[in-house]
């Protein structure tokens, strides 16, 4: 499953992720983890969920991205959920046919795997392309 929170700057997507991963650490029987671009989340996620800063690891572009996100799965078999914040800072291609495909890929990591996608995105969501909209 990939659910999608998109918004426009300041309408509380970030808010809305933090209190999602403190649910999901206090239910959940599996790792959490949490990716974010910069440090903005240290103080925010519980110690319990793992908080990563992808800018830490060059993470810049869509392909590093999957790289990334498939290590850390092949690295830990117990995760169930990954949030990731501000999701088209990571990329360096959001356009609507590269975000629809690397959304279209974590949907089925997702399936394989069995873990739980929760990304924010700042975009207009009423202007949203129909492919990204059916993960809202």
Same mark, same amino acid.
Request: hydrophobic share 40%; net charge negative.
């Given at each position: 499953?990939?659910?999608?929170?998109?918004?426009?700057?300041?309408?509380?997507?970030?808010?809305?992720?933090?209190?999602?991963?403190?649910?999901?650490?206090?239910?959940?029987?599996?790792?959490?983890?949490?990716?974010?671009?910069?440090?903005?989340?240290?103080?925010?996620?519980?110690?319990?969920?793992?908080?990563?800063?992808?800018?830490?690891?060059?993470?810049?572009?869509?392909?590093?991205?999957?790289?990334? @996100? *498939?290590? #850390? %799965?092949?690295?830990?078999?117990? +995760?169930?959920?990954?949030?990731?914040?501000n !999701?088209?800072?990571?990329?360096?291609?959001t356009?609507?046919d590269? @975000? *629809?495909? #690397? %959304?279209?890929?974590?949907?089925? +990591?997702?399936?394989?795997?069995?873990?739980? !996608?929760?990304?924010?995105?700042?975009?207009?969501?009423?202007?949203?392309?129909?492919? #990204?909209?059916?993960?809202?």
């Amino acid at each position: 499953m990939v659910k999608l929170i998109m918004g426009l700057k300041g309408s509380g997507k970030t808010k809305a992720l933090v209190d999602l991963v403190k649910k999901a650490t206090e239910e959940e029987h599996g790792d959490v983890i949490c990716i974010e671009r910069d440090k903005n989340l240290t103080y925010n996620i519980p110690y319990t969920a793992r908080l990563v800063h992808a800018g830490e690891y060059g993470i810049n572009t869509n392909t590093l991205f999957r790289g990334f @996100v *498939s290590g #850390l %799965l092949a690295g830990n078999y117990d +995760v169930t959920h990954v949030f990731i914040d501000n !999701f088209y800072k990571l990329l360096d291609d959001t356009s609507e046919d590269a @975000v *629809s495909a #690397l %959304l279209e890929w974590l949907d089925e +990591v997702s399936s394989r795997q069995n873990v739980k !996608f929760t990304i924010t995105a700042t975009a207009d969501p009423d202007a949203a392309d129909p492919r #990204l909209k059916k993960f809202f």
